[in-house]
């Protein structure tokens, strides 16, 4: 039966329209190709004798695409949809425009002569507020009539090769109409609306018959389930928050904004960067990435590339099961956000070093805090010597920030890796295939927790490649009391591997030679590098010796390790002395429980540098400390010719010259500590004296050439590691 | 002179039941071959093959196939025996478990022939992942703007199931798998080795391999350990840049 308006229409698609659309081979297009064929034969009706100029008039604004696509049942009748229009879609409050509200204009009977449309073309198409709704749209389901329009819809010459059954159930849905009161937005995004793509990625929706633009309104933009390939909601709408309305998806923004070839549409936020990689410009990698996504797809649909699935599909039913994946085609090198990501971060960090090679590569965890060189500093400034500072690679790997002045030669790369946010597995891997591509002789670990982990999977391809060094340093203690740090984890693991291994003091040499019973051939591996002392610091005058209250310097961090307390204990023992405390205040957890300061301590915070301390109003340097190895602060402090009483712990003796120093063990015993600064105090010439010689010793042992020497003996042995060793033997 | 135009040739290791569609699809891209009137020869490698591979292949319905047997452990060193055994102009590798699209063989000789460039690397247009995992993804031609030798620094671009003058195996043999040693990926690493001979690597248009995925194949395994290729010259910092990289 036809259906009521047709007699009001009487302008049928011609057959010589029909007939040409038949002919056409339809574009990749999201619409079925059924309903494209009929829409391109309606584009293609003759002006009717009725109403010719109310015709001509909105012709060039009529949108029939979206007229067919939200009234299927004026698709499958055939029917001329302008025509339409004028005799009876006016009427019926139809509308012919994405942009256009329509009210049902009852004023407008057929015989109008200018149609509610027609006025708004008149008026130049001014903007009309959009009809935003408040409420969510239903779950609604894909009803029986769209169904049966889809059954009249379907023609076999025009099924994807991915089958008959999806596509049947992609027709029904294009038939469905909108939840009353959603039209707008419903309409609006269903001609772009790939169905096929979104069904085959949510196959529930099938099972329950739901229909999909709907569910999409509902819940799938809020879900992230993407309308269209290349299309990602969220992605969109962290690009342009200014184009998506309250409510409203991002994918009707970017409809609504003319689906701009200027918009980038994509997941990924590193696309720029992956487009200069390609040597194009954003909008152009991603418009060849749709189109690639577009043209492979439609050759898959409809072409000899679904055809060869097809056949292979009846050798091995499994094969079809793929059909979801193929219409989210991954098209290199967008292929994920994760091998995106993977492929720029490496972009990133070859930029940072200035797409150079460089034989000497440092890495460190953050640029501490402090003055001096520490180790890393030292070692930069060795390999600078040896390779010059160009070839001198310095990687920051958790914590970014300016490195301490004067730490670093003049010239070296910097690089700061702490801004990647990979996952630590991806972040090891791009560590692991940077440092390769720099081509380095020697890469020294100065506490990169990144290199640490990196070095169980990737470390024997790694080291066999290159010299690589851990630096050691003291072990630590957990807020639990028990030993931890890399000497404890990481050195049993990977000394197999490693070039070699070098600490800062011969105490901790000798505390894992002995723990693990090295054999001479791993004992070898091993290299103390005794930071040089700075002999250019002056020895400090002595503060007068009238004055009536002696003053106390203390400096370090306020952590477990540097025992606060136990300086605050000696402080209030000694209530006629002075004590100056500097040092990041800050304290971890497990201890908490610091008692306040006594009356004799003034926190003095942070100093920039070493020589804007005050030494000369300094009668003596205490240091305290539960383990060590060699403090920097003692090496600076002992070249001020300051009398120091510290610790001996770990490497602090080998500062704390027994007869030239106050070495206390151990290192909580607050009477002894008193006792030796009582006496230090009693007679401060005998202690400058002392700490005079102390100074003369270390410049003797200390030097920047010995320390380059060690450098030099490390970066120039044969690569030590076992699989290199077994390598060369073979 | 070969008398052959064009060697296909399988590898097999514990491949049984799965390994009837993929010869069955090996034939029909294979008629297509020899309907255009190529000579092709069939070889089967099977390396450490089990009992069960054995007999499979041992059936009178795989005799016209020439069968060698090898103990590498090793798919790359199967591949590169099977080159030097091989004697067509071109050869082609099928994994016993994968499929070929029909096309594939006719259409990638068809294109190679047509080149004035006799060092081109056929690869189908699509890989097609099915069984354990579900993926589709495309090879891009050495020429297409999709092809940056930074992804292909961290990704590889082109599948080992390819076809080429046989010459190309000759020259650029596989790298030995040492997963243990922390080296795998044989055929990402073989694909940049013959970029740096020389080889360019084409992209044949709709054509297709069907790769099955295993529960655990090779590839995952070595995700799993997360091993790597070993280190090629060219991906270095400052060569990167122009590696790969073809005139448009």
């Known amino acids: 039966m036809k259906p009521p308006f047709f007699k009001l229409s009487a302008a049928p698609v011609s057959k010589k329209a029909r007939e040409t659309a038949r002919a056409l081979t339809p574009p990749h297009t999201v619409m079925p190709r059924e309903l494209w064929r009929r829409i391109e034969a309606a584009k293609r009706c003759a ?53 256009f509200t329509a009210q049902a204009d009852q004023a407008q009977p057929q015989d109008a002569r200018v149609t509610a449309f027609g006025k708004w073309v008149q008026q130049g198409c001014p903007d009309l507020p959009l009809v935003a709704t408040q409420e969510q749209c239903p779950l609604t389901p894909i009803e029986g009539t769209a169904w049966a329009r889809a059954e009249r819809l379907f023609d076999a010459t025009d099924v994807p090769h991915y089958g008959a059954r999806l596509h049947k159930h992609v027709l029904a849905a294009w038939m469905n109409e909108s939840p009353p009161g959603f039209e707008e937005e419903y309409y609006l995004i269903k001609p772009h609306f790939d169905i096929a793509y979104y069904l085959s990625r949510s196959p529930d929706l099938i099972e329950k018959n739901l229909d999909p633009v709907a569910h999409f309104l509902r819940a799938g933009a809020d879900e992230a389930r993407d309308p269209q390939a290349g299309f990602s909601e969220r992605g969109f709408a962290r690009r342009y928050p200014d184009l998506v309305q309250q409510g409203q998806s991002a994918f009707a923004a970017w409809i609504r904004a003319g689906q701009g070839e200027d918009l980038i549409t994509s997941a990924y936020d590193d696309i720029a960067e992956l487009a200069a990689a390609m040597k194009l410009v954003p909008i152009t990698a991603q418009k060849l990435h749709r189109e690639t996504q577009a043209d492979v797809g439609q050759r898959l649909a409809f072409g000899e590339l679904g055809k060869q699935v097809k056949a292979a599909a009846e050798l091995d039913p499994l094969i079809a099961q793929s059909w979801p994946e193929a219409l989210d085609l991954r098209v290199a090198p967008f292929n994920s956000a994760l091998t995106v990501s993977r492929t720029i971060d490496m972009m990133r960090l070859q930029e ?97 927790r990144t290199c640490w982990d990196m070095l169980k999977p990737y470390g024997k391809a790694l080291c066999r490649e290159t010299r690589v060094v851990g630096g ?52 070898a591996k091993l290299h103390v590098l005794s930071a040089p002392v700075d002999a250019s610091i002056p020895i400090a005058e002595a503060p007068a010796a009238a004055n009536p209250r002696k003053k106390v310097f203390w400096s370090g961090r306020f952590d477990p390790q540097k025992r606060v307390d136990i300086a605050y204990k000696i402080a209030e023992a000694m209530p006629d002395v002075d004590f100056h405390m500097w040092g990041e205040k800050f304290l971890k957890a497990g201890h908490q429980g610091l008692a306040p300061a006594p009356d004799n301590v003034t926190f003095e915070g942070k100093y920039a540098s070493f020589d804007a301390l005050p030494i000369e109003t300094a009668d003596l340097w205490l240091y305290t400390s539960e383990w060590d190895g060699v403090p920097s602060i003692l090496l600076e402090v002992a070249m001020t010719g300051l009398p120091i009483v510290g610790a001996h712990v770990g490497g602090t003796g080998e500062v704390l010259k027994a007869g030239l120093s106050q070495p206390i063990a151990p290192f909580d015993d607050v009477a002894a500590f008193v006792a030796a600064i009582r006496q230090t105090l009693a007679e401060p010439q005998a202690a400058r004296n002392q700490a005079a010689k102390l100074r003369d010793a270390l410049i003797a042992e200390r030097t920047e050439a010995a320390y380059l020497q060690a450098v030099k003996v490390i970066v120039s042995a044969p690569n030590g590691s076992d699989d290199a060793e077994s390598e060369r033997e073979a | 002179m070969s008398q052959f135009d064009l060697t296909l040739a399988i590898t097999a290791h514990a491949e049984t ?15 297509a071959v020899e309907e255009a009137g190529f000579a092709v020869q069939r070889l089967l490698g099977f390396d450490t093959p089990t009992p069960q591979t054995t007999r499979y292949f041992g059936q009178p319905r795989f005799d016209a196939w020439e069968r060698h047997s090898f103990a590498f452990a090793d798919q790359g060193e199967t591949r590169s025996a099977l080159a030097d055994i091989a004697s067509g102009r071109y050869l082609a590798f099928l994994d016993a478990d994968d499929l070929l699209s029909s096309n594939w063989l006719l259409a990638a000789m068809t294109l190679l022939e047509a080149q004035s460039n006799d060092r081109m690397i056929a690869h189908p247009e699509l890989i097609w992942q099915f069984d354990g995992s579900n993926t589709v993804y495309t090879q891009p031609s050495q020429s297409s703007p999709l092809f940056t030798p930074h992804h292909f620094a961290m ?90 990289r073809q005139e448009r």
């Open chain 1, 47 to 99: 002006k009717p004798a009725l109403y010719p100029r109310e015709y001509g008039r909105i012709k060039p604004y009529f949108d029939v695409e979206y007229y067919l696509t939200r009234y299927p049942d004026i698709a499958l009748a055939w029917i001329d949809p302008i025509a339409h229009y004028i005799r009876a879609g006016a009427a019926e409050g139809r509308c012919p425009h994405p942009s």
């Open chain 1, 472 to 523: 050691l340093f003291c072990a630590e203690q957990s807020v639990t009391g028990f030993w931890t740090g890399y000497p404890v984890h990481r050195f049993y693991r990977h000394l197999g591997k490693l070039h070699a291994v070098c600490t800062d003091s011969h105490a901790l040499v000798s505390e894992l030679s002995e723990r693990y019973q090295l054999p001479p051939e791993s004992a």
């Open chain 1, 352 to 448: 940072r070093a200035h797409r150079k090679r460089a034989k000497a590569v440092v890495l460190v965890n953050r640029p501490r805090w402090g003055s001096g060189r520490r180790m890393e500093g030292y070692i930069a400034h060795a390999l600078a010597e040896i390779y010059g500072a160009h070839e001198v690679v310095v990687m920051t790997t958790e914590v970014g920030g300016d490195t301490p002045k004067g730490r670093m030669p003049e010239g070296i790369r910097l690089v700061d890796m702490s801004d990647i946010r990979s996952a630590a597995p991806e972040k090891q891997r791009l560590l692991f295939e940077f440092l390769r591509s720099l081509r380095p002789e020697v890469v020294f670990n100065i506490n990169s």
């Open chain 2, 17 to 31: 039941l799965e390994a009837g569609p993929a010869m069955r699809s090996a034939e029909l891209a294979i008629a």
């Open chain 2, 155 to 244: 990704q590889n671009y082109y599948d080992a199931l390819c076809l080429a003058p046989r010459q190309a195996w000759q020259e650029v043999r596989y790298a030995p798998r040492d997963v243990q040693a922390g080296y795998a990926y044989e055929d990402w690493q073989w694909a940049l080795e013959t970029i740096e001979a020389g080889w360019e690597h084409v992209s044949v248009p709709d054509t297709l391999i069907f790769k099955r995925r295993r529960d655990v194949s090779q590839s995952q395994a070595a995700r799993a350990r997360r091993v790597s290729i070993r280190s090629v010259a060219p991906l270095a910092i400052d060569t990167i840049a122009g590696f790969g």
